[in-house]
């Protein structure tokens, strides 16, 4: 998320140098277009703490399912590793 975030601002930044705009209107532009990766990303990352951080029976017979089925349905893996390495479609 970091090297997105830094691609992102980047971009952002030198569109307006080139059209020779004030930099805030990138940093909102920039602001706004990584609002979605950054909420679905935080989310997701307490949602795995929060599973993967406890021993509780039932939870961990769930989790070991859910992994099993994530590792079968090669689409759902694809989509999830997709999404971690190049965050929510803008």
Known sequence: MG???AYEL?????????????L???LRHYRSRRRLDRAGGMLFTDFLVRAF???YPLL????????AL??????A????MRRMIFGAPT
């Open 60 to 67: 961990s017979a769930v989790r070991g399912s859910g992994l």
């Open 10 to 22: 980047a971009s952002s930044l030198a569109k307006c140098f080139r059209r020779g705009e004030d």
């Open 77 to 80: 893996k694809k989509f999830l």
């Open 53 to 55: 951080s406890n021993e």
């Open 3 to 5: 090297l997105r975030d």
């Open 24 to 26: 805030l209107i990138g």
């Open 70 to 75: 994530l590792d079968a349905f090669s689409p």
